[in-house]
């Protein structure tokens, strides 16, 4: 049974379509990528499931409850988290604290509890820090948790910010581009922190431009081009696919991205 089904959703800006009609279904524990061209909606689609833009067209199912234009805060409440393009970490934070700040939608503590200092707060925060310990270790950065975010190589930082998503404790996990402006070593470990995470059952949708990260995990693929799906389908099929094909040559002439 399938987590999230997405069903003909498609949003207008300006009176023009940015996405149309696209769908599709991600099951637990499978990673499913989006890919395509520089401005096929990709992001724009992301906005959309994750809340931060309301649909003008379709719906957006998460275990069979539809939550169509539902807030971030709610979904992420529902078990959706999500990384953006561009790092949103706290970087006048440790990662540690970072990490914690993750986990709030988790936790169940009045906010009078907090302000008077009460032992079930300092208890719970204990216990937030244990846990934002632990998703350090597995996102191997352990030692690294007393240091601030802003002394951290540009790859911790997206390590950091896959673990501060995964403090929610998500059952959906959003990741948009995170192996973007990474060097080899460091996208190497981000494939592989993905492939444990979807191991564990948590569903996985991926937009990346990386192609050899993207066909070496995706259990699936669905390709954007103009706003509209052109392809979906398993890696190898997707690779060959003269759509896809066609798509990407066009975009390497204008300076985009070419499928490898």
């Known amino acids: 049974m399938s987590l999230l089904t997405v069903e003909g959703l498609g949003i207008d800006f300006g009176g023009v379509r940015a996405v149309d009609a696209v769908g599709f279904a991600v099951k637990p524990g499978e990673i499913v990528s989006v890919i395509g061209p520089n401005g096929a909606g990709k992001t724009t689609l992301f906005n ?67 302000l008077l ?26 030692r690294a948790a007393e240091r601030e975010a802003s002394s951290l190589s540009y790859g911790a930082l997206k390590r950091l910010e896959i673990a501060r998503a995964l403090a929610a404790q998500p059952r959906l996990l959003l990741l948009d581009e995170p192996a973007a402006g990474c060097n080899a070593v460091e996208t190497e470990e981000i494939d592989g922190l993905i492939a444990e995470i979807a191991t ?18 995706s259990n699936h693929i669905v390709v954007l081009d103009h706003g509209e799906k052109i392809a979906e389908g398993a890696p190898a099929e997707i690779s060959r696919n003269p759509k896809v094909i066609e798509a990407y040559l066009g975009s390497q002439a204008e300076g985009g991205h070419a499928l490898g």
């Open 48 to 114: 959309m499931l994750s809340g931060v833009y309301r649909p003008d067209r379709g719906r957006v199912v998460l275990d069979g409850r539809d939550v169509t234009a539902m807030a971030p805060h709610s979904l992420a409440a529902l078990g959706l988290s999500r990384t953006f393009q561009n790092l949103q970490v706290y970087l006048q934070m440790t990662a540690l604290e970072n990490v914690m700040a993750g986990r709030h939608l988790a936790e169940r503590c009045s906010v009078l509890a907090d």
């Open 117 to 142: 200092g009460l032992p079930v707060s300092r208890r719970r925060t204990r216990e937030t820090a244990e846990i934002a310990r632990k998703l350090l270790a597995r996102v191997h950065l352990e």
């Open 200 to 217: 564990e059952g948590v569903a996985i949708l991926l937009v990346e431009h990386d192609m050899k990260l993207v066909m070496k995990i």
